[in-house]
Structure formats: structure tokens, C-alpha cells
């Protein structure tokens, strides 16, 4: 496996949590339901915060982050895991994001691994466990509509 200092670790860190957070809005966007919009938006913000708190182990190194700044490797267009020109339901966006918080559940633990700092260790490994139930939530809503169906 390729060696990160634990600035790059952090950087694409940050980068996953944008990333997360326009996946989100996308979708909100994409539903008509205003319970499940409001889901969606209050994901989105969850992601924004969990930005916050990587930007924060970024400056606790000396480093200065910009606000409008837009971390190193991401992508600054339309998410092209929300297709716009197809229709797609609720068990597609509930399939869809699951698959989305376990990659970044695993994207999280193996960034832990990869840093020598235990305080980054610690903070990657909290991001993980929140997406974990991130993946959880979109699985119980999962299950409740196969119930119903």
C-alpha cells in the first residue's frame, strides 16, 4: 500500500465528505416526498460537519485551511453516481446510499490504518462509526419498505 503522510490522509478525508455532501443534495433534489427530502438535506449537513471536524485536525498541524477551497482530488461536477436523465425510486436512492456510506465507512478505517498520528486514528475511526449508522439507517428504511411492499 502506497505511504500518505497524514496530511494527504486528512486532505481526502475532506475531499469524501464534499463528495458526500453533493451526493446528498443531488438526491434531495431528486425526490418529491418532503420527509425523505428532509432526510437527505440533514445528511447533507451531517457531511458538512463531519468536514468540519477533519478541517479542524488539519489545522491543529500548523495548516491552514481556506474556506473556499475545494480539497485536493475532488471532483467539481455533477455527481455522476445521481442520474439525472433516468428515473429512480426510493429503494434505488435507499440502495444507492447504502452502498455510498459503506465505501466510506471502509475508506475511513483504512485511512486509520495508514496514519501514524492516534489522535487522527481516533478521528477517523469516529467518521467511520458515523457512517456506519449513516449505512444503518438507509438499511432499516430498506427493510421496513420491503416489509410493506
Known amino acids: 500500500m502506497a505511504e500518505f503522510i497524514d496530511d494527504e490522509i486528512l486532505e481526502m478525508a475532506v475531499a469524501r465528505e464534499v463528495d458526500a455532501n453533493r451526493f446528498y443534495l443531488a438526491l434531495a433534489a431528486r425526490v418529491e416526498d418532503p420527509s425523505i427530502k428532509k432526510i437527505f438535506e440533514k445528511l447533507a449537513v451531517e457531511e458538512l460537519e463531519h468536514r468540519a471536524k477533519i478541517e479542524l485536525e488539519i489545522m491543529k498541524t500548523g495548516r491552514v485551511v481556506k474556506e473556499d477551497e475545494t480539497p485536493a482530488g475532488f ?6 453516481y445521481v442520474p439525472t436523465e433516468i428515473e429512480i425510486d426510493y429503494k434505488d436512492i435507499l440502495l444507492m446510499s447504502i452502498q455510498k456510506e459503506e465505501a466510506s465507512f471502509q475508506l475511513y478505517v483504512d485511512l486509520a490504518g495508514m496514519t501514524s498520528d492516534a489522535h ?3 478521528v477517523l475511526l469516529a467518521l ?3 457512517e456506519a449508522g449513516h449505512k444503518q439507517r438507509f438499511q432499516k428504511a430498506l427493510d421496513f419498505l420491503s416489509h410493506i411492499a
Not at 471532483?75 to 455522476?80: G, H, L, T, V
Open 75 to 80: 471532483r467539481d461536477e455533477q455527481p455522476d
Open 120 to 122: 487522527s486514528q481516533e
Open 128 to 130: 467511520a462509526q458515523e
